[in-house]
Nanobody
Framework: QVQLVESGGGLVQAGGSLRLSCAASGRTFSSYVMGWFRQAPGKEREFVAAITWSGRSIYYADSLKGRFTISRDNAKNTVYLQMNSLKPEDTAIYYC?????????????????WGQGTQVTVSS
């Protein structure tokens, strides 16, 4: 079992950047597929990005390609989400998720472990 804690959210102006971190506890983190999702008020949870245990396979939501970058450091049990050129529509709670399943997972129900979320607010 892996426990996840996100950090790095906050208030930023449009065009700015934030880097979210997700710290994992548990000895099996390095074997987990990790993903980021977000949920804006009144909207469904939305896939952002995912990365396999080795970091060799990465997948992004089409609308976010080129602005967001997912990465992981297995030695630090941490996965990151670098967000650049932020827009007001990126405002949401961002969640880190993990799964022991193989492959790049893009659906929220494919993940077993979730963090509590971190708020990202982008002002115009």
């Amino acid at each position: 079992q892996v426990q996840l804690v996100e950090s790095g959210g906050g208030l930023v102006q449009a065009g700015g950047s934030l880097r979210l971190s997700c710290a994992a506890s548990g000895r099996t983190f390095s074997s987990y597929v990790m993903g980021w999702f977000r949920q804006a008020p009144g909207k469904e949870r939305e896939f952002v990005a995912a990365i396999t245990w080795s970091g060799r396979s990465i997948y992004y939501a089409d609308s976010l390609k080129g602005r967001f970058t997912i990465s992981r450091d297995n030695a630090k049990n941490t996965v990151y989400l670098q967000m650049n050129s932020l827009k007001p529509e990126d405002t949401a709670i961002y969640y880190c998720a993990g799964s022991p399943s193989g492959g790049v997972l893009t659906r929220w129900y494919e993940y077993e472990n979730w963090g509590q979320g971190t708020q990202v607010t982008v002002s115009s």
